[in-house]
């Protein structure tokens, strides 16, 4: 892999944990506060359905005269503790940590120095050119695999061309 490719790659990924790590900041902070927005229009804090104990109220009469609630009472709220919390991000970590791996190891898999396994006989079907001369050309391509994968995938015509400029560049005319 190109290191231009890998470093994007790390880029892209140091800003990915950069944004977790800012979100999960802010959430301590807002958790160690105890104050949590309902929607994006109100400011942090501003809990208009709390009374003074820090209760939910849901609005007059909550509880009937002789003290009971009714049947239809109101939803309790679930508490996230501070171990399950810190249990989901350790999860969340693994998970993204083991994608990564995943596409480190496959990218980098692919071995850059490979050439493919039909080059030669690509090279010595091609009309026109003697032994010494696919030899010759074949041993550049080998020694540039990134330019005998290219070559390889060239149409007909086109491989010719390249001879044409490979030859040209090598041995420039007096």
Same mark, same amino acid.
């Given at each position: 892999?190109?290191k231009?490719?890998?470093?994007?790659?790390?880029?892209?990924?140091?800003?990915?944990l950069?944004?977790?790590?800012a979100?999960?900041?802010?959430?301590? @902070?807002?958790?160690q506060?105890?104050?949590?927005?309902?929607? +994006?229009? +109100?400011?942090?804090?501003?809990?208009?359905?709390?009374?003074?104990?820090?209760?939910?109220?849901?609005?007059?009469?909550?509880?009937?005269?002789?003290?009971?609630?009714? /049947?239809?009472? @109101?939803?309790?709220?679930? @508490?996230?503790?501070?171990? #399950? #919390?810190?249990? !989901?991000?350790? %999860? %969340?970590?693994?998970?993204?940590?083991?994608?990564?791996?995943?596409?480190?190891?496959?990218?980098?898999?692919?071995? @850059?120095?490979? !050439?493919?396994?039909?080059?030669?006989?690509?090279?010595?079907?091609?009309?026109?050119?003697?032994?010494?001369?696919? /030899?010759?050309?074949? %041993?550049?391509?080998? /020694?540039?695999?990134?330019?005998?994968?290219?070559f390889?995938?060239?149409?007909?015509?086109?491989?010719?061309?390249?001879?044409?400029?490979?030859?040209?560049?090598?041995?420039?005319?007096?």
């Amino acid at each position: 892999m190109e290191k231009k490719i890998k470093l994007l790659i790390f880029v892209d990924v140091a800003q990915i944990l950069l944004a977790m790590m800012a979100m999960i900041i802010e959430t301590r @902070k807002r958790k160690q506060e105890g104050r949590f927005a309902k929607d +994006s229009t +109100s400011a942090l804090g501003d809990n208009e359905n709390e009374d003074d104990n820090g209760g939910c109220k849901d609005g007059p009469g909550s509880t009937d005269d002789n003290g009971t609630s009714p /049947s239809g009472g @109101k939803a309790k709220k679930v @508490k996230t503790t501070a171990r #399950e #919390e810190h249990g !989901v991000l350790i %999860a %969340a970590f693994n998970s993204i940590g083991d994608k990564l791996a995943s596409a480190i190891e496959k990218a980098s898999s692919s071995n @850059k120095n490979d !050439v493919p396994a039909d080059l030669f006989d690509n090279l010595s079907s091609l009309p026109g050119f003697e032994e010494a001369h696919v /030899s010759f050309y074949y %041993a550049y391509l080998v /020694s540039n695999p990134h330019i005998a994968r290219a070559f390889n995938a060239l149409p007909f015509n086109h491989k010719i061309n390249w001879f044409a400029m490979f030859v040209s560049e090598k041995f420039p005319a007096p």
